[in-house]
């Protein structure tokens, strides 16, 4: 039988792997791919839907590589808490949360909290529509968006993937050796 302890690090792992290959994805695949997009107001709402489902995934990732390694390394006797383990736990946090709120610091932390808790659970904390609201149509004009700042929005947004990308890549390779040396 596997040890609980051994299983969560390996998973951990995993969900650290699988959120660099998202990253990694996300800056040299999705992203290039929306600005091939005929017109800048589609453009600008694919970029919108690509970034709250990959904030969304990304973090759901971290949390679960956190809650993992964070109890392998508590429920661990002393002689097996090794610090490889609170190396992938710093990194994955500021490969998650730390740039995403660097990047999105012009929104301010409260504005930025609500965004996260937003995206990541699908609650609306915001007031609730009123019935007049919900019954005008919006039409998105292609007037309305302007392409070099829809062009500046997928540049930022690239960026920050490709730092992720190769943030959480470190925290993998060292959570690899970890792993590799981890002896019974």
């Given at each position: 039988?596997?040890?609980?302890?051994?299983?969560?690090?390996?998973?951990?792992?995993?969900s650290?792997?699988?959120?660099?290959?998202?990253?990694?994805s996300?800056?040299?695949?999705?992203?290039?791919?929306l600005?091939?997009?005929?017109t800048s107001?589609?453009a600008?709402r694919c970029l919108n839907e690509v970034?709250?489902l990959n904030?969304k995934?990304?973090?759901?990732?971290?949390?679960?590589?956190?809650?993992c390694?964070?109890?392998?390394?508590s429920?661990s006797?002393?002689?097996?808490q090794?610090p490889y383990?609170?190396?992938m736990?710093?990194l994955n946090?500021?490969s998650?949360?730390g740039?995403?709120?660097?990047?999105?610091?012009?929104?301010?932390?409260?504005?930025?909290?609500?965004e996260?808790?937003?995206?990541?659970?699908?609650?609306?904390?915001?007031?609730?529509?009123?019935k007049?609201?919900?019954?005008?149509?919006?039409?998105?004009?292609?007037?309305d968006?302007?392409?070099?700042?829809v062009?500046?929005?997928?540049?930022?947004?690239?960026?920050?993937?490709l730092?992720?990308?190769?943030?959480?890549?470190?925290?993998?390779?060292?959570g690899i050796?970890?792993?590799?040396?981890?002896?019974?």
């Amino acid at each position: 039988m596997a040890c609980p302890i051994t299983v969560s690090k390996f998973v951990g792992t995993v969900s650290l792997g699988l959120l660099t290959g998202l990253s990694y994805s996300t800056s040299s695949i999705t992203i290039p791919a929306l600005k091939l997009l005929p017109t800048s107001s589609t453009a600008s709402r694919c970029l919108n839907e690509v970034k709250r489902l990959n904030r969304k995934h990304t973090l759901n990732f971290s949390a679960l590589t956190n809650t993992c390694i964070f109890f392998a390394y508590s429920v661990s006797p002393p002689h097996r808490q090794h610090p490889y383990m609170l190396w992938m736990y710093v990194l994955n946090t500021v490969s998650s949360y730390g740039l995403d709120y660097y990047f999105n610091r012009h929104l301010g932390l409260k504005n930025w909290v609500i965004e996260v808790v937003c995206d990541t659970t699908g609650l609306s904390l915001g007031k609730s529509p009123s019935k007049k609201e919900e019954d005008l149509v919006l039409v998105d004009s292609e007037e309305d968006v302007n392409g070099e700042s829809v062009q500046r929005e997928m540049d930022r947004e690239r960026r920050m993937h490709l730092v992720r990308a190769w943030i959480s890549g470190i925290a993998f390779s060292v959570g690899i050796v970890g792993l590799w040396g981890d002896k019974k």
